[in-house]
């Protein structure tokens, strides 16, 4: 049994680190709660201050929030949508068809996300340009369903390998039909997968800059690239940028809070070689 004094080093390392983790947001948040004047203020303040809710009235009040949010939930939302299903689809049939190289090419999905989006921005911009399809939601969306595929295919993989044939084969033979058996014995022991692929892919078309700047316009702009259009030419407006931040990493932070037990669960469980 460790000694008391093992123990209380334990949490406060734990401690320490969740404060190293966690100052970056606080800093943001701090921020955000500021004036011109404190945020430009030689000596910086980060704790005992008066806050001020005026950065976040005027993005919600003239910032066009609420343009910039419609737009980040409609892509996230279906470029998700689109992740689990195609996704979902491709892994089942790699884990169920035996041919040669499958586990090659299961490896394969994963070393095409190592790709930077960066690098695909130029390549993509060119393409939709030709097209004429600039300013569009729904190019933005099959870009994120194509970046976030390749990971969503990986991991679901493992997971329908874990899965016995056996409780396909017996639910066949109760004369379920194919979809009876994909929605009621399947999709039930595939939960933890598709939440942890499904908040991943959420969090990257949430969060994703370099597209959504090159492929939308003033009307199809996401919350990050409207975060962007407080750093003019005179300088950074920090109160508004740092608002507008807090406001974005909400829900990315409430999904991982919610449903962190799924993430951990997923993660073990998948790991699994085929």
């Known amino acids: 049994m460790d000694s008391p004094m093992k123990i209380w080093a334990h949490y406060a390392g734990l401690l320490v680190l969740a404060a190293i983790c966690l100052m970056p947001i606080w800093v943001m948040i701090s921020t955000s709660l500021k004036n011109e004047v404190l945020i430009f203020d030689g000596t910086p303040v980060w704790f005992f201050f008066f806050p001020t809710l005026e950065n976040y ?8 929030f609420d343009r910039y949010l419609t737009n980040s939930v409609i892509v996230a939302s279906l470029s998700t949508f689109l992740t689990l299903f195609l996704g979902g689809l491709c892994a089942y049939a790699l884990a169920r068809t035996e041919f040669k190289g499958r586990r090659f090419v299961a490896n394969a999905t994963l070393l095409v996300r190592m790709v930077p989006p960066a690098v695909l921005a130029v390549p993509a911009f060119a393409m939709v340009v030709t097209f004429s399809l600039d300013n569009d939601l729904a190019v933005l969306t099959f870009f994120y369903t194509a970046l976030n595929l390749p ?10 390998k874990q899965i016995p044939v056996e409780l396909e084969e017996a639910a066949i033979v109760d004369g379920a039909s194919p979809l009876q058996v994909f929605f009621r014995v399947l999709l039930p022991l595939m939960k933890s997968g598709y939440a942890v692929a499904g908040i991943f892919a959420f969090r990257i078309a949430w969060n994703e800059f370099i597209l959504a700047l090159l492929l939308t316009g003033r009307k199809t702009r996401t919350l990050p690239v409207g975060a962007a259009g407080f750093i003019t030419d005179t ?13 974005i990493v909400i829900p990315p932070l409430l999904f991982t809070f919610f449903a962190a037990r799924q993430i ?6 998948g790991a699994v070689k085929g």
Do not use: D, H, P
């Open 57 to 64: 009235e005027y993005i919600l009040t003239r910032g066009k």
């Open 151 to 160: 990971f969503a295919i990986w991991l679901l993989f493992g997971f329908y």
């Open 235 to 247: 300088g950074v407006e920090w109160g508004r940028i740092m608002a507008m931040g807090t406001l």
């Open 264 to 269: 951990i669960a997923g993660m073990t469980a």
